[in-house]
């Protein structure tokens, strides 16, 4: 099947309040992320591209349910065409994404969301073997700055998203900007 043959979904990660009450959030990042996002979401819905939102839902902190938080940063679009909670790093784990995406028989995604090398990172690789064409949008992923716990060193974000389109490339996903992921769904509704 070629490119323009498939049928895509934005499947947008944890995009959700509950990260601006933990201890590393930042917002240096979140003005180039955020308006990939809203990039991503407004082309997704121009050329009739499912929006999917998925949220984490915790046991403890500004994860869990009670606090409040595990709802859209206040900019995130609504309405998409679906939303589904997740207790694990990967979307699909007994979430029932995995059966919405093949009753319309979507076979590949566009990843987006919080944060870069986890949640997004391990959807990525669970898609991808599941069976799913991957296109990951570094631009349109979130992260924060890590500490190794054994070296003390701190990684950058830059360093991090580095890492994580280095390993995800050519084995579980194409790295693509937010204009290759706009590009080819106007292409495909062209077509």
Avoid at 12 to 19: L, P
Avoid at 25 to 39: G, I, M, N, Y
Avoid at 95 to 110: A, C, E, K, S, Y
């Amino acid at each position: 099947m070629t490119a323009d043959q498939r049928r895509s979904a934005l499947v947008i990660i944890d995009v959700q309040e509950s990260f601006r009450h933990m201890p590393d959030w930042s917002d240096t990042d979140l003005p180039a992320f955020k308006e990939a996002v809203l990039r991503l979401d407004r082309g997704a819905r121009e050329a009739g591209v499912p929006v999917v939102h998925i949220f984490h839902v915790g046991k403890a902190g500004p994860f869990k349910k009670e606090s409040g938080f595990v709802k859209p940063l206040d900019w995130l679009p609504a309405s998409p065409d679906v939303v589904f909670e997740k207790h694990t790093h990967n979307a699909f784990t007994d979430t029932g994404l995995d059966l919405w995406l093949r009753r319309r028989q979507i076979d590949h995604l566009v990843i987006a969301g919080i944060r870069t090398e986890q949640c997004c990172e391990t959807t990525t690789r669970v898609a991808s073997d599941i069976g799913y064409a991957v296109d990951y949008v570094t631009e349109a992923t979130l992260t924060f700055p890590m500490t190794h716990a054994i070296s003390g060193r701190v990684y950058s974000t830059s360093e991090i998203k580095a890492h994580t389109e280095l390993v995800l490339q050519g084995r579980f996903a194409r790295i693509a900007t937010t204009d290759d992921a706009l590009a080819a769904w106007r292409t495909a509704k062209a077509a």
